[in-house]
Nanobody, 120 residues
Framework: QVQLVESGGGLVQPGGSLRLSCAAS????????MGWYRQAPGKQRELVAT???????NYADSVKGRFTISRDNAKNTVHLDMNSLKPEDTAVYYC??????????????WGQGTQVTVSS
C-alpha cells in the first residue's frame, strides 16, 4: 500500500506563488512517473505536469513557463512550483504516482488533493 501526502496549497493573490509538495511512502519498488493534476469546480480533472524518473517533464500548455515540476528520487517526493498564478489556476491539485510496488506489477496512486485558490 502507498500513501501520498500533499502539502502547500492555500490562498494566494493573482501574480503570487505557491509550492506544492507530495511525499510518497509505503510499498514502493520503483517510481516511474510522478505528476500533478487539477480539478476545478464543474470541470474534469486535467493534467498539469509530469516528470519521469529520468527527469523528462511535460506540462499543460496553460501552465508552461509559469509552473515547474521537480522530484527528489531519494525521498520519493515531487514538487510543483507555481508562479504568476491566475484565478483560472484555482482548483484542487492532486499528486499522482505511476509506480512498481513489486517486480512485475505496475500501479497508480492518487493523493487526497490540496486546494489552491487564486483570488484578490
Amino acid at each position: 500500500q502507498v500513501q501520498l501526502v500533499e502539502s502547500g496549497g492555500g490562498l494566494v493573490q493573482p501574480g503570487g506563488s505557491l509550492r506544492l509538495s507530495c511525499a510518497a511512502s509505503g510499498t514502493i519498488f520503483n517510481i516511474n512517473t510522478m505528476g500533478w493534476y487539477r480539478q476545478a469546480p464543474g470541470k474534469q480533472r486535467e493534467l498539469v505536469a509530469t516528470i519521469t524518473s529520468g527527469g523528462r517533464t511535460n506540462y499543460a500548455d496553460s501552465v508552461k513557463g509559469r509552473f515547474t515540476i521537480s522530484r527528489d528520487n531519494a525521498k520519493n517526493t515531487v514538487h510543483l512550483d507555481m508562479n504568476s498564478l491566475k484565478p483560472e489556476d484555482t482548483a484542487v491539485y492532486y499528486c499522482n504516482l505511476d509506480f512498481v510496488p513489486r517486480v512485475g506489477v505496475r500501479s497508480r496512486s492518487w493523493g487526497q488533493g490540496t486546494q489552491v485558490t487564486v483570488s484578490s
